[in-house]
């Protein structure tokens, strides 16, 4: 197959992010977060309302609450922080509204969060029975991607206890939840810079593109597009334009109770559940798919390995056992030459 590149726009991109490349080569390589060194689940405390934070706070208006942690059990520590809220569908849509939680540089300093001083914290949508083992298996997709992406975000899974202040009165609720690592000090681990503007899918880089969509054809997710940067990050980093996924409720992996088949601009796909699975990548190197097929066959095992080892903090064990075969299915096409070029190789995408 030959690989198709727009010429032009791949000269402008080579041009225009020389300048880049150079102040990469001049940033210091940067350690993973203290945050984000260990994976155990860290118990977190927050109180705060959400009509203040809903009504009082926008991209950079934040109300300020205390967050408390404990690295060891039975030993809590607090610092301040400010919130504020993010999002499109869940802000709107939900009943926890998503987070994002900045940390001065020295409230942070000695502490859990130094280098970690901007966050995401991802939450349960609905009060519902299944909520936190949505974020469990939300958790997972990102640490999948973790196993099989050469470029990813750091999370870190959370049990928050928190206190929801409703007037007079405070409402407690047990939560899961994720800590997301700031995509400016994720592309900084890689010396690299998050690009703004949108680029063509084909001028992306091959391996790292293909990854990405296998990726999210294994989570069932077509709530995403490279092309205009919806629920990805492009990162330019070792001379590449690569494509970083993030917010995957929407795929058949995670399947919460409201999530639907995503139409991105004006194409409709012809699925009937997130969990019906459509590969959405382009055409590409016949030897670059294989290459990134053979690396998810091989971290097979490290990708069930990785899902049994959560099994007890699932509070339902149906929904464990439905990741498992969710997972299993994916293998299967993997696996399978005739459900390969079926599923995948004929459904490379051209434009």
Known sequence: MKRSKPLLLLLFVFLTLTLFGQESKD?????VAKLFQKQDILPLKLSYSHKNIKENTKDSTFIQTELSYSEEPGVWKTIPVELRTR??????NCYFPPVKMKITKNDAKGTLFKGSRSLKIVLPCMLEKNKNDYIIKEYLAYKVYEIVGDYHFK?????????????NK????????ILIEDPDDMAERYNGKILERNFHPLVMDPISSIQNSFFQYLVGNTDFSTAVQHNEKLMF??????????????SG????????????????LNL???????????KREQSDIQE???KYLSHKNDIFDLIQSMENDFEDNKSFESTIKYVNDFFDVLQDESKFNREIINKLRDK
């Open 155 to 167: 999370v870190r899974l959370v049990a928050i206890d928190y206190n929801e202040i409703k007037g």
């Open 87 to 92: 999002g499109n569908y869940r802000l709107k």
């Open 170 to 177: 405070t409402r407690e609720h047990n939560l899961k939840g």
């Open 27 to 31: 940033t210091k390589t940067k350690d």
């Open 292 to 294: 990134v097929r053979d």
């Open 237 to 250: 980093a070792d001379k590449k334009v690569i494509p970083i996924p993030y917010d995957f409720d929407m």
């Open 253 to 268: 992996f995670v399947n919460t109770s409201y999530a639907v088949v995503s139409q991105i601009g004006d194409q409709q």
């Open 272 to 282: 009937s559940s997130v969990r019906e699975r459509l590969y959405r990548g382009f």
